[in-house]
């Protein structure tokens, strides 16, 4: 994975926020967020004020309190627009990489005829076909029809190490903006320019096509209830103050209104939805919803392929195992020269267990007569002058050994059953047709592969292995590797028949797949996500794209998911405890004059109600620039248990949110009390 | 310790300890499964099913309770408006008190109806017995309408996926015959051996010892209503002044019975609920938050009143018995602070003192109450208001663990919130807007109050929120029998009732219908005491946030200025 970690406001992107900062305060786009809406309206009606206070009405108080009043509500709507436009800003600024990639290179088009031209990538549409050769970029998105080649993929995923890509099968799918190393390829381009799923997720962080997700509409109906309540609250006051004999202020009665609908979360709600999908693009991860990512803080079963995620690729040697009466040494040596030309990771394996140089063998001698693995005979060898040096599976072995009339060593026989019962393959060895020893393969699992299926578990989510090997050997793995079920010798329809029963139980599933047959599960699970090496239909059926091929990616899928939540929640939280300070602050300005025994009130001690008004919505203002670090970022996740979890963000955001304002609103009215 | 502090703690833990068996009782009642009481009420039972044509076994869906909830609770409150508005001429009626005015008709129908009992007018003069009798019937109905409510919310969290919800009927014929009945008839009963009248004779004519002057006295078939009135939590007095009268509520024994009486059914409620859906921790957990707020408002109640008003003690007048203004010798300070929060978290609203006379903060504390209104709460619709509350507090806390929210296995969405937003606001604004109409229109409501200034604010924001709360005890320093009290009040009570219970059993239902998904690692469990600090901190927040501002002008100014 590249590293991008880049400080959160580069010059820029902060130049380009700012701008939109004031684009954004068109009522139309506010609209569709009911509290900063609620708080334009406020701005409006206050910049009335302070143009008839210059007039000369003297019944809403002197002009300098209404104006400063003006300006730290515009300011607020403002820190507001900018949390949202930073968030913008980074998400573009990471999907321009991506892009700048792909802008503008030339592309050989093949027509009907088989005769190429070249055209501009952006003029290539869907379903024609061009070629690369080595040193092209390739100009667009699309499947290898013809031809196989080497392909440097680090422009999208950082991986320096190149890949091989070919068509047919699994891995015929090229990305727009690599290069091409070696070979020649014909491809078919498969999306239309502008609809690659980068494009569709820049346009999700442009917010063009930007959905509210259900929880976030969910969030957004409490916070309009909220907002709602405190219009009762300053609506009704009127008529109360006025039977106490206390006029109040527009000023007053806006300040108060504005500080007490939760502005703080309503100002950075959208930010932080943006942050949640650009913190998944700078894992690589193209998300094609917002709504996918959320989905994926919820996921309680995870699908996970063996080879490549929980083990490394193939098997490798472990363990010689000499029979009866055979010296080791003679044994390995049989095993080396068995395996000299086995261009197999197994075959290599072998050689490196042994640890010996392959330099040390003259291979290229008359001597050496190489047979190859064949499935008739299911075993493969070499000829030594008249040695007969054979390695193979148990019973062509056995078959191979008792046909020259000699017999299988009961010792050998228990070995391989054990070897198999601990989810090993055996490799049976010799020599002239006797049996010299067994080779023990195993599959090698993952470093630190146990601590991060701990990590899910303590997330909640449960694990589940898919593979093709017996249920012994699936067994074997899956509780070396502390994966909590499996299904061993999986078809494709295995694994939707596994998704479907999760899902009919009220769990949501998620799954990483590459292949075409794993399209159709890959549609059914909940968060289904294909590899970028994978097949088109793969990357259509799933709702993520993973651009490192990484297939424990998920894990970090999850934790985004769980982030967003997790930052919406404390926030509201944090928004909503602060209304009890300003409550503290502004209640006993508002009477104070009129009804002086409500002092006792004033529990902050703040100089005078003008300033302890202005004090209660400058912090108001200012926590939410304060605070959009935190909205990019997110809250960190800790998986020690929701309880848990519950009680730590409720002790930070919960009781924090209660004392830091009380803290804020005396320091600033100690600076304001300057001035007023 | 101090007897007066002792008799409180022993009457309430009577309560709770009552509460757990009876709560099992109740469960039972609502599976349908045995009770030992089947002997005694299946005849019965079978009866009112075959009179009424309800065939006990037929499902509803949420949709279908509420409209049969509702089509019955129209059926009374026309009867309801036509006795009253005739009482005059009906049967026993041996004092000859007169028909009501069409407006005290409606605020009293409805009163009643919605379990509210707010009574603008006085037991001895406005009502006949056969009128008392009507009260009686709907206070048992009505109790037994927020039950069955309650049954509706128990069967939906008891299947795993589900829209058949039982039958309202059902749930309504035993939540009446088979808990408040049997509860009551005991109450009844410790009543009239401890001096309650229970006839249908008229005034009695007593000689004073002073000249000997003669005194009407008036009586009645009281025992029995007043039974009623507590275990209902219906709170409607069958004498003017309430259990503060000495036929009503004659001893310290009677105070305690009454006491627990009001608190046994929706303390039982709550661990019904438990045994009713296997979740038994939940129960304490529901509990332990209601006793928590309760504690929190009772205390500072008791201490308040046993200290006694500094105005009164700086006029050189004796206060060392608390502050007795307003208040019965036979109860004392202390005691009648306790009645004053107990009839307040619950929707009761009997009084045995006059709220007006009980020390600001008191009465802060009593308006706190009603505003909350979910601290144990009323039959049934408690436990309903605080549904709401666990609702919003699921979906804020379930954010913050990084999990969309779910309560019980059912998802929370946009839709419930919707709901339980609509439900949480009502409140406020239904006493806010009142309340602010009141003061705004003071042609209608200066010369009706007791008090200028915060006092008298706060005599119309209790009225008002004592209705909203459906709790219909009053500041008392009101003259509320007239038409801008009598018609506001009825429309406030009206609204007040229905939609909370239309809103948690609509929740309710389309909860039950949803997916279950069984609990796993990551699910946030909601009966933990993490989990019930989260309800509280929504409960204050929410009832604290919304009512500061106006509790301010009321019992807060009040009390800074008088110490």
Redesign the interface.
């Known amino acids: 994975m590249k590293s991008n970690n880049p400080s959160l406001f580069q010059k820029a992107l902060l130049k380009d926020a700012l701008k939109h900062s004031f684009i954004k305060l068109n009522p139309k786009d506010l609209f569709r967020n009911p509290v900063m809406f609620t708080v334009w309206i406020g701005t409006v009606i206050m910049l009335f004020v302070c143009l008839s206070t210059l007039f000369g009405n003297t019944s809403q108080g002197n002009l300098g309190y209404n104006i400063v009043v003006f300006v730290v509500l515009f300011l607020t709507l403002l820190f507001a627009n900018f949390a949202e436009a930073i968030a913008e800003a980074r998400g573009k600024a990471q999907a321009d990489n991506l892009r700048k990639t792909r802008e503008e290179t030339p592309a050989k088009l093949l027509d009907d005829r088989g005769e190429w031209s070249i055209v501009q990538s952006s003029s290539l549409n869907k379903g024609q076909v061009f070629f690369c050769e080595a040193g092209d970029i390739i100009p667009a998105d699309g499947e290898i029809i013809e031809g196989l080649a080497t392909i440097d993929e680090s422009a999208i995923t950082g991986e320096s190490a190149p890949v091989i890509r070919e068509s047919g099968g699994d891995k015929s799918s090229v990305t727009g903006g690599t290069k091409v190393l070696s070979d020649r390829i014909k491809v078919i381009v498969t999306t239309q320019p502008g609809e690659s799923f980068l494009d569709k997720m820049i346009a999700l962080v442009e917010g063009a096509s930007r959905q509210k997700t259900p929880n976030e509409i969910a969030l957004t109906i409490l916070l309009a209830g909220f907002t709602l309540v405190f219009i009762i609250v300053c609506v009704t006051l009127k008529p109360f103050a006025d039977y106490a004999n206390t006029p109040i202020t527009i000023a007053a009665f806006i300040s108060l209104f504005v500080c007490l609908i939760p502005t703080t979360i309503g100002g950075l709600l959208s930010a932080i939805g943006i942050a949640g999908m650009d913190r998944a693009l700078r894992a690589n991860v193209i998300t094609k919803s917002g709504k996918a990512v959320e989905t994926a803080g919820d996921i309680d079963v995870l699908l996970l392929d063996k080879t490549g995620t929980i083990t490394i690729g193939n098997r490798k040697a472990t363990s010689f195992y000499p029979a009866l009466n055979v010296n080791e040494n003679q044994f390995k040596n049989a095993a080396i020269l068995s395996s000299i030309s086995d261009e197999t990771p197994e075959g290599k394996s072998i050689i490196e267990l042994a640890n010996v140089r392959l330099s040390d063998y003259d291979i290229s001698s008359s001597q050496f007569r190489f047979i190859k693995f064949t499935a008739e005979t299911r075993c493969s060898g070499v000829d030594v002058g008249d040695t007969r040096i054979r390695k193979g599976a148990s019973d062509s072995i056995r078959n191979l050994v008792e046909k020259a009339g000699n017999t299988f060593p009961s010792e050998i026989d228990e070995k391989v059953k054990f070897i198999s019962n601990k989810g090993g393959t055996p490799l049976v060895v010799s020599v002239d047709e006797k049996v010299v020893g067994v080779i023990e393969l195993q599959d090698i699992i993952k470093p630190a592969i146990r601590e991060r299926f701990e990590r899910l578990r303590k997330m909640g989510i449960k694990t589940v292995m898919v593979t093709g090997d017996n249920p012994l050997t699936a067994k074997y793995i899956a509780e070396a590797a502390g994966v909590d079920d499996f299904i061993a010798e999986a078809k494709p329809e295995d694994k939707m028949n596994y998704i479907k029963k999760e899902q009919a139980e009220g769990r949501l599933v998620a799954m990483m797949g590459d292949g075409t047959n794993d399209a159709p599960a890959l549609a059914q699970a909940d968060v289904g996500v294909a590899m970028n090496s994978g097949t088109e239909a793969a990357k259509e059926a799933g709702n993520m794209v993973d651009l490192d091929n990484d297939p424990t990616k998920l894990i970090e899928v999850v934790e985004i998911g769980k982030q967003l939540l997790m930052t919406r929640g404390t926030l509201t939280t944090f928004s909503i405890a602060n209304d009890v300070a300003k409550y503290f602050a502004i209640i006993p300005a508002l009477f104070i004059a009129s009804i002086p025994a409500l002092q006792g009130l004033n529990v902050m001690k703040l100089h005078s109600p003008e300033s302890a008004i202005l004090s209660a919505v400058i912090f108001n203002a200012i926590i939410i620039p304060i605070l959009i670090p935190l909205a990019l970022k997110g809250v960190s996740y800790k998986p020690i248990g929701a309880s848990a979890l519950l009680r730590r963000n409720l002790f930070i955001y919960g009781l924090g949110g209660i004392i830091v304002p009380f803290i804020g609103i005396k320091l600033i009215d100690m600076l304001v009390s300057l001035f007023f | 310790m101090n007897t007066e502090i002792l008799g409180i703690i022993t009457t309430f833990l009577i309560a709770v300890a009552l509460a757990i068996p009876f709560g099992k009782y109740i469960s039972k009642v609502y599976e349908g499964s045995k009770t030992w009481l089947d002997p005694l009420f299946n005849p019965i039972e079978r009866i009112i099913f075959k009179i009424g044509g309800i065939n006990p076994l037929k499902e509803m869906t949420w949709k279908q309770h509420l409209s049969a909830l509702l089509t019955i609770n129209l059926v009374w409150f026309l009867i309801s408006m036509a006795l009253l508005m005739t009482q005059q001429w009906l049967p026993l009626n041996p004092d000859g008190n007169p028909n009501m005015s069409p407006d005290l008709a409606f605020n009293t129908s409805i009163s009643f109806l919605v379990n509210c009992d707010l009574q603008h007018y006085s037991g001895e003069t406005g009502v006949s017995y056969f009128s008392q009798i009507w009260l009686m019937f709907l206070q048992f109905v009505s109790a037994g309408t927020g039950m069955a409510a309650a049954a509706i919310l128990f069967k939906a969290f008891r299947e795993k996926s589900t829209d058949q919800l039982g039958n309202f009927y059902n749930f309504l014929v035993k939540s009446c015959l088979r808990i408040l009945l049997p509860v009551s008839f005991i109450l009844a009963l410790i009543l009239v051996f401890n001096g309650t009248p229970m006839t249908f004779e008229g005034k009695d004519t007593m000689t004073t010892l002073q000249d000997g002057h003669t005194v009407d006295v008036s009586r009645g078939p009281a025992a029995a209503f007043i039974a009623i009135k507590h275990v209902g939590t219906n709170g409607g007095g069958f004498f003017g002044s309430n259990s503060a009268h000495p036929f009503e509520n004659p001893n310290y024994l009677t105070f305690m019975v009454q006491m627990i009486g009001q608190l046994i059914i929706p303390l039982s409620m709550i661990f019904a609920f438990g045994y009713f859906i296997r979740r038994k921790k939940l129960s304490w957990m529901i509990f332990g938050v209601m006793t928590i707020g309760f504690l929190l408002l009772v205390t500072p109640n008791i201490l308040l009143e046993q200290n006694g008003n500094p105005a009164i003690t700086s006029m050189g007048v004796d206060n060392s018995l608390g502050a007795m203004e307003g208040k019965e010798v036979r109860f004392g300070a202390a005691s009648s602070g306790f009645w004053s929060i107990v009839t307040t978290v619950i929707s009761t609203g009997s009084v045995n003192a006059m709220h007006d006379s009980t020390m600001p903060l008191s009465g802060m504390n009593q308006l706190l109450a009603m505003m909350v209104n979910a601290f144990y709460g009323g039959c049934g619709v408690g436990l309903l208001n605080f549904f709401i509350f666990i609702i919003?507090a699921v979906?804020?806390?379930?954010?913050?663990?990084?999990?969309?929210p779910e309560f019980l296995?059912k998802k929370?969405?946009?839709r419930e919130?919707?709901i339980a937003?609509?439900i949480?606001?009502l409140h406020?604004?239904l006493i806010?807007?009142a309340?602010?109409?009141a003061?705004?229109f003071?042609q209608f409501t200066a010369s009706t109050l007791n008090n200028p200034?915060?006092h008298g604010?706060s005599e119309m924001l209790y009225e008002y929120t004592s209705s909203a709360a459906n709790n219909g005890s009053g500041f008392e320093g009101l003259g509320d029998n007239t038409p801008w009290w009598n018609i506001s009040t009825g429309i406030v009570l009206l609204l007040s009732r229905f939609l909370p219970i239309i809103g948690p059993v609509a929740i309710a239902g389309l909860l039950a219908s949803k997916?279950?998904?069984?609990e796993?690692?990551?699910?946030?469990?909601t009966d933990?005491s993490?989990?019930g600090?989260?309800v509280f901190?929504v409960i204050a927040?929410?009832a604290?946030?919304?009512f500061?501002?106006?509790l301010?002008?009321g019992p807060?100014?009040e009390h800074?200025?008088l110490y």
């Open positions: 919003l979906f804020i806390s379930g954010l913050m663990v990084g999990r969309t296995g929370i969405e946009a919130m919707k937003m609509i949480a606001l406020p604004f806010l807007t309340t602010a109409l003061t705004a003071s200034g915060f604010f997916k279950y998904i069984p796993g690692a990551g699910t946030l469990k933990t993490t989990f600090l989260m901190a927040i929410i604290a946030l919304a500061f501002p106006a301010t002008l807060i100014a800074f200025s």
